[in-house]
């Protein structure tokens, strides 16, 4: 994937934090998330922000790349809101995850590769949370199909 393709994407955290994405604060620093939990949990990797005390965990703890921007209490508490409606869908093997992510970039009017719940700002989350809230499994179902007549025909 060319960068280009990311031009004109809304959200971008793709790159090592240097800057605090909630409050802009630049002591953000790496460190391993006993601090933030009392314990190792997962990879253990995470930044977080000694202003706001906003945190994000890492995929791996050798490329150190974050998992999506520094959230708040407010912020994870709507992540996980959001994933506890779309994450059935595709759980529950009815649709394919990138369907059900294809289906709120459509809603979002973002592209696929941008849509992460963790990488979302409070508007997003909420925007997300509206369209979930509504979505039933016949417009996923109608998007599924209208996608296939785009690549079919
Ligand atoms: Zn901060």
Redesign the pocket.
């Known amino acids: 994937m060319s960068n280009d393709s990311w031009k004109d994407c809304k959200f971008d955290f793709r790159s090592i934090p240097t800057k605090?994405d909630?409050?802009g604060?630049d002591r953000v620093r790496y460190t391993t998330n006993d601090e933030i939990y009392g314990k190792i949990y997962g990879n253990g990797g995470c930044y977080i922000?000694d202003?706001?005390r906003?945190y994000v965990g890492v995929y791996d703890t050798k490329s150190k790349k974050p998992l999506g921007r520094?959230a708040t209490k407010e912020l994870r508490e709507l992540k996980m809101a959001c994933h506890s409606k779309l994450d059935p869908w595709w759980k529950s093997g009815k649709f394919k995850r990138t369907d059900c992510y294809g289906y709120l970039a459509n809603k979002l009017g973002l592209h696929l590769r941008e849509t992460h719940f963790g990488w979302f700002d409070k508007e997003y989350l909420d925007k997300s949370l509206i369209i979930l809230g509504t979505t039933t499994e016949d417009d996923i179902r109608k998007y599924v199909n209208s996608r296939k007549e785009i690549n079919n025909g």
């Open positions: 605090c909630n409050c604060s922000c202003s706001c906003s520094l």
